[in-house]
């Protein structure tokens, strides 16, 4: 058994330090992401491929189709990647982007076909002619038991999503999110609050 992790953990260390991980990771997403092996027990078996190739903690669940890519590549995002927590969902189709960095914390969900995006391009319509490809990157947190609905979108620009928040499903959300809000809509907009224990914060 301790041959076993010992393993484990090598193949591992040596897929996420790998020159060629992008390329590995975007094979590996294809190859597991086929509907055919949509079996009972599968989304767990995602996440334990999937925690080979990317930072991800225990018991975590990914749906068919899921993609975790780095759309950029430049100098200035160079060390920004994608970290996963424990028990987090990622259900089919999610689609997210870590060009600025995006951190999952524990107990986080997110529903079939969101979105979130962490890197924009240029609005300003004089700077984008000169300069089409100037980037701008923004790491996104979303906090320890948030729930982000089904095909909601995260827009760049925001970069927390708070502990314990709902996102309504079709939300396209563009700013910060505090702690235990309800949002829905486009733009997403606070409809109340989670009830919670004030205690646990």
Not at 111 to 139: D, G, V, W
């Amino acid at each position: 058994m301790n041959n076993q992790i010992k393993i484990s953990s090598l193949i591992r260390e040596r897929l996420r330090t790998s020159q060629h991980r992008i390329v590995y990771r975007v094979i590996m997403q294809w190859f597991m992401g086929c509907y055919l092996l949509n079996l009972k027990k599968l989304p767990f078996l995602r996440g334990y491929v999937y925690g080979l190739f990317f930072e991800m903690g225990k018991g975590c669940e990914v749906g068919s189709y899921v993609r975790l890519q780095r759309r950029h590549m430049t100098e200035r995002n160079k060390g920004c990647d994608i970290k996963i927590g424990n028990n987090v969902l990622l259900a089919s189709d999610v689609n997210i982007d870590y060009s600025g960095g995006v951190e999952l914390k524990d107990n986080v969900k997110i529903s079939s076909h969101a979105l979130i995006l962490s890197h924009s391009h240029p609005t300003e319509h004089n700077l984008y002619l000169k300069k089409p490809q100037l980037l701008r990157f923004y790491k996104v947190v979303v906090e320890e038991g948030a729930w982000i609905g089904e095909r909601a979108i995260i827009l760049p620009k925001v970069t927390r999503i708070g502990k314990g928040a709902v996102i309504g499903a079709g939300s396209v959300v563009g700013r910060n999110i505090p702690d235990y809000a309800m949002v829905s809509g486009n733009p997403a907009k606070i409809i109340g609050y989670v009830p919670h224990d004030e205690k646990e914060d």
